[in-house]
Each structure stands twice: as C-alpha cells, then as structure tokens.
C-alpha cells in the first residue's frame, strides 16, 4: 500500500484533497475503460466458447476462424484488461495521510 504525505502541513490538506480527487478521477476512467475491454472480449468468448484467460493460455492463430487478425485483436484486448486491472488495484491501495488535518477550511475530513 502507498500512503502519500504532502508538506508544509498549512498546505497539505488543500494539496491532498486534489490529490485524492485525481485519483478518484483516473480510478473512474480506468473502470470505464475495463468494462469496455469486457464488451471488447464477450464476442471473442462467445464464438469460441472459451474463457480469455483459457484462450491466452491454450490457443494460437491456427485454432480461430480469422487466424492472425483475430487471435491479435483477443489477446490484445486480454493484455489490456490485465493491465487496467492491476492499475485499478495499484491505485485503489492508495491512502492519504492525512488524518491530522483540521476541517476549518471545508477540507474533506
């Protein structure tokens, strides 16, 4: 897990309240974008009756209908799922120190 701490403190609770909301802000788009590589990967899963993963794993070009161009797309679509993933889970670990701040100025608390 990574905690992120921001100085000098009369600063850090306007600093880190940006700070959580581009995270908040990315960790949104980068779910849009895995549901979408989702959609991407049904018509692949469908056709084949075969999980990405079993696909990435068991399968070559010379196993699909439309060989090279196919086999790219899905297991393109598949490598790019795995990596929002991961990001997802990265930034979801991310916390802020920030528990010694005051809520005086309309901070988040």
């Not at 609770?13 to 049904?42: H, N, P, T, Y």
């Amino acid at each position: 897990m990574a905690t992120i701490h921001v100085e000098p403190f009369q600063q850090s609770g306007e600093i880190l309240f940006l700070l959580r909301s581009a995270v908040d802000g990315e960790i949104a788009k980068m779910e849009i974008a895995l549901k979408s590589a989702m959609k991407r990967l049904s018509p692949f899963e469908k056709k084949y009756r075969v999980s990405s993963e079993d696909f990435i794993t068991r399968m070559t070009a010379e196993d699909l209908e439309n060989g090279d161009d196919e086999y790219i797309s899905w297991a393109g679509e598949y490598k790019l799922m795995l990596r929002l993933k991961e990001k997802l889970n990265k930034l979801r670990e991310v916390s802020f120190n920030d528990s010694q701040l005051f809520c005086s100025d309309q901070i988040r608390c």
